[in-house]
């Protein structure tokens, strides 16, 4: 019976061809022939078909040897671009088999190339038991699975398929198909799995005739091994990436960025990353990780490659965080979540300080899942570390503490940071661009925004709190809409803004309240404490020792170009030492270039600009303009000043404009435009001025049974006019002051801001 049989056989190798000049354009001028080797029985075949691939300009011819073509018939043998070889077989009733190959030849009408191809190898089976495989010989692999290998098989006999494992684990190769014995020409069908290891492996893939094992068809296959890949271990780190495949960017220590195509694997809780391509042996950082159709995953951990591509050291991982690095800003610590910020608050109040380390905040934070934050920090181990929050917030901040820590007569309060300290120069504390939201309330006061207790070598930078904060003391209870206390020297708060209101309750008379910081204690002339150009917009409601800056000074500390603009509002009859700026002034401590716009209602020494002062410290270049009101029986109250406590202390080129309202007081002698009570302690006051018509007659106080005077050259009154003039104030600095025509003198580096 004929049977119609279509062939297509596809030939790796490209056209053979003369005749021609190898540079030559030859875009018009294609030639292929899709052909291996066609095996069949010893039956009659019909039809048969190899198919050509030409461009349309080649015209092909296909040629059989003369010896042959008894048995070998060309039904088409010609024809131009693509077409079909088109042939036939007689019965070979012959023993033997027989062979013969089809010859294929081109030529361009365009071009004149002549074209060859290899030829197509015919074989026919004779009468005698035979067994033909196509391919035959030997095949390499690649390393990847093959769940369908197929052998052609010829065969005009009754035969198996079978398998011999040379080399490498049992089982890789096996047979599939036919499960049993087959008679005639078929398909024999084998499965190769995926060469996992570093060694190529070999296989003999056999027919064999199903009576006489000496008759087969075998085909040698060597697998080879699977790419060499190198591998990364990071310790520590579980679910952190997908697994799966990826790809690796990675950064050598010179040059330009790597990549890598790899895959991710956990054992062990550690997390295995496998790539492909070696490295040259070198110091790298694995950038990030992109999982295979997601996006990439920074990690920025160093390793180090040595001999044979090995992987002799990667840095460790801190699993708390989900981050490499922290020695730098360049390689900071990331904190991106309430769980690294916890982390942060649990690893330090266990005893890590983490002096040297770097962290960065890079997203926004809501802490609404914690109903008591536990503070970063304690009184046994302080945070020593940078802490940057890269601009970014931290929201629903909730503390409701009953009390305070302490520990061998350290005090930590309640804050986003409990206790926060440097070790040395080299290795200070810092708490930057970091804004915080929330509320927090310490019924035993030492409560604050952002810091509850700084101590040596800290810089607050950059911070903003909208913290509600609230207290309630008996005694002393530090209340900072930034910085609860300072205890200590080299201690540095600067550009930090307050909006959060403050409210201090309790039946304590003294509770240290401050819009920036509630109490700072200067350690030494040699190691400072600094405020500078830091900002409160707050509402503060307090006791005692309160001011819109820092509530109590007490030791050597330097105010520089600060500013109040909130209201402050007593909660009793009792409040002493309350201002604007500063309340409690004491010690070596400086003030300047600093002013108050907040409304300040006070019992007794209350000051537009300064409270109560003690010792030797200087207020210098600074102005009050809101309403003052005084409400004791005796008033110590001052449009700058309150009371100055001792000879030495200096009032320096100042000026009130801010209305004074006085109530219930019976000793008026107590209050003045410039300095309410002081006596002779007034007489380092110079260049200082007040407004008329605003409630205070006499620049300077001088005790219960002296009204106060003015004195040229120390306090003068002035009208409305003269300070908006426009005119610059003798003995003041220029370069300090701008004087503008219809405006109230301002300082040049602190303007005044909504």
């Known amino acids: ?27 018009a001028s294609k030639f292929n022939v899709l052909a291996e080797r066609v095996n069949k029985d010893n039956a009659e075949a019909v039809n048969v078909i190899v198919m050509v691939e030409a461009s349309s300009d080649v015209e092909w011819t296909a040629s059989v040897p003369e010896a042959d ?20 077989l007689s019965e070979n009733g012959e023993i033997d088999s027989r062979s013969t190959s089809i010859s294929v030849t081109g030529r361009s009408t365009r071009s004149g190339r002549e074209f060859s191809a290899p030829a197509v190898v015919v074989t026919q089976l004779g009468a005698a038991p035979s067994i033909l495989i196509e391919p035959t010989g030997t095949v390499n692999l690649p390393s990847d699975a093959v769940g369908a290998y197929t052998l052609e ?43 996992t290891t570093e060694e190529a492996r070999v296989a003999t893939l056999r027919v064999v005739s199903a009576t006489d094992p000496e008759l087969c068809g075998e085909l040698t296959v060597t697998q080879l091994r699977a790419p060499a890949k190198y591998n990364l271990t990071i310790v520590g780190m579980d679910g952190t990436l997908p697994l799966g495949n990826a790809s690796l960017l990675i950064a050598p220590a010179s040059g330009e960025n790597l990549t890598r195509s790899g895959s991710v694997a956990v054992m062990d809780s550690n997390t295995s990353i496998s790539y492909d391509e070696a490295l040259p042996a070198g110091e790298y950082t694995l950038v990030s990780v992109t999982p295979e159709g997601g996006s990439a995953i920074y990690l920025g951990g160093r390793f180090t490659i040595g001999e044979e591509s090995v992987c002799t050291g990667m840095e460790h991982w801190y699993a708390v965080f989900e981050s490499f690095g922290g020695e730098s800003a360049e390689r900071p610590i990331r904190i991106a979540k309430p769980a690294h910020l916890s982390g942060l608050a649990a690893t330090v109040n266990e005893g890590n300080d983490y002096a040297g380390f770097y962290f960065l905040q890079t997203a926004d934070i809501s802490l609404s899942e914690f109903s008591n934050w536990v503070g970063i920090g304690s009184a046994a181990c302080r945070f020593a570390g940078v802490y940057d929050g890269g601009g970014k917030n931290v929201t629903g901040l909730t503390i409701a503490s009953s009390g305070a820590e302490s520990l061998d007569g350290v005090t930590c ?4 940071f409990r206790h926060v300290g440097g070790t040395d120069a080299d290795h200070r504390a810092e708490i930057r ?5 929330g509320t927090a309330t310490g019924t035993a006061g030492y409560v604050a925004g952002i810091v509850s207790r700084c101590v040596d ?9 909208s913290v509600t904060l609230k207290g309630a003391a008996a005694g002393p209870g530090n209340i900072g809409g930034i910085v609860s206390i300072v205890a200590g020297g080299n201690i540095t708060i600067e550009n930090c803004v307050n909006r959060g209101e403050i409210v201090a309750e309790g039946s304590g008379a003294v509770n240290n309240v401050g819009g920036i910081a509630g109490q700072a204690d200067g350690a030494s002339e040699e190691a400072r404490v600094q405020i500078a150009d830091c900002r409160n917009y707050a509402r503060i409601t307090y006791q005692g020792n309160s001011g819109g800056i820092l509530g109590t000074t007490m030791g050597n500390i330097d105010i520089v170009r600060c500013a109040n603009y909130g209201e402050m509002v007593k909660t009793g009859t009792t409040v002493v030492r309350i201002g604007g700026v500063v309340g409690s002034f004491q010690g070596d401590a400086t003030l300047r270039e600093s002013f108050n716009l907040g409304r300040i209602d006070g019992y007794r020494q209350t000051g537009g600009v300064v409270g109560w002062c003690m010792n030797t410290g200087t207020v210098e270049n600074c102005y009050n303009r809101a309403e003052v009101v005084a409400q004791g029986s005796t008033g110590n109250t001052g449009g700058v000043v309150g009371n100055i406590n001792t000879k030495g202390f200096v009032v320096k080129n100042c000026y009130n404009t801010g209305q004074f309202t006085q109530y219930l007081a019976t000793d008026a002698n107590r209050y003045a435009a410039i300095a309410g009570s002081g006596g002779s302690n007034t007489s380092e006051v110079e260049g200082c001025y007040y407004e008329a018509d605003k409630g205070m007659i006499g620049g300077l106080g001088r005790g219960q049974k002296a009204p106060a005077v003015d004195v040229a050259g120390q306090s003068e009154q002035k009208d409305a006019a003269w300070f908006t003039s426009g005119t610059p104030i003798a003995g003041w600095d220029a370069s300090v002051w701008t004087f503008s025509a219809g405006a109230y003198p301002t300082l040049t580096d602190n303007p005044e801001r909504p």
């Open 413 to 416: 309060g309640h804050a986003l």
């Open 153 to 195: 098989v010829t065969a005009n006999l009754e035969w198996r398929a079978e398998v011999e494992i040379v080399s490498g684990a049992p089982g890789w190769a096996s047979v599939v198909s036919p499960a049993e014995s087959f008679a005639g020409s078929g398909q024999a069908v084998f499965s190769i799995l995926e060469n």
């Open 1 to 27: 019976m004929k049977r119609l049989i279509m062939l297509l056989f596809v030939l790796a190798a490209g056209a053979v061809f003369t005749g021609c000049d190898d540079t030559e354009d030859d875009a």
């Open 69 to 88: 073509r008894d048995w070998l018939t060309l039904e088409k043998d010609s024809g131009t671009g693509i077409g079909r070889i088109i042939f036939s």
């Open 433 to 437: 661009n970091l804004k915080v939201s």
């Open 457 to 465: 070598f800290t810089l607050v930078s950059g911070c903003e709190s």
